[in-house]
């Protein structure tokens, strides 16, 4: 079970990350924000192969961020905001494939920098499958509409297969000219919200991958590469079906 901040702050104040929890090898989420730990962060915590978000902001931690985050694999969302921290960030950050979120300030000095985290549909794009250069696509682009592939269109015959991020900051994927996002697991149109379920990290890997859930990605079922193929989330394998490409002004 996640270890989240609860209002009844079960670490207390001004104590440290028990080293222990790097033995949560479960552990998906872990939250302890605004609890006033101080301390060191613990090397351990590397050991959570599994955890896709963690929240240690405001709080009054100090010395450097380890370099065994390296091996966090699955992390999405990093923030280490508002603390005492300093020195180097680790380069081993670099490559995790499906880090995005990464919050570092109000810390002391931190030298270093991560490289650009992969943007995608910033601006109006078809999204197309490297399996095959398909799109896509929403048929008549309405509430509850099933997602499915299609040869790829020029916009001015259709746009419901072009999709935007509201802004460079949001991680929806909204249809063009509409309210509506795109949804996880059903991988439908629904009204925009602000659910996890509508909102989706493009990996290094080129893999668009749900928040609530890291280790899933989406995925054109049993890689049908026929028009009305049908998508999913399915457990991510690096296959091309899973493979996504983001191309801006297709086919005007």
Known sequence: RPVTNRNDKTLGTHKEI???????????ELKMNGNQLNGTIPGELG????????????NIISGEIPIEFGRLVNLVDLDLSNNQLDGTVPSELNLLPKLILVQLDGNNVISGNLT???SFCNEPCNILSDMNGKCIDANNGTTGQQ????????WGDSVNQVFVRPNSSDLRLQLLNTRLCLEAPTITLSDCN?????????????ELVPLYGATLCLDISGADSNNF????????????????????????
């Open 194 to 206: 602000d659910g996890d379920n509508q909102k989706w990290i493009y990996t290094r890997d080129q």
């Open 116 to 118: 650009a985290l992969q």
């Open 147 to 154: 997602l499915r592939m299609y040869d790829c269109n020029a």
């Open 47 to 58: 050991n959570l192969i599994l955890l896709n978000r963690l929240w240690l902001f405001n």
């Open 229 to 252: 193929a049908s998508l999913i989330v399915f457990d991510c394998n690096r296959q091309s079906n899973q493979r996504w490409i983001g191309k801006t002004g297709f086919l005007i």
């Open 18 to 28: 028990p080293t222990e929890f790097g033995k949560l090898m479960k552990l998906t």
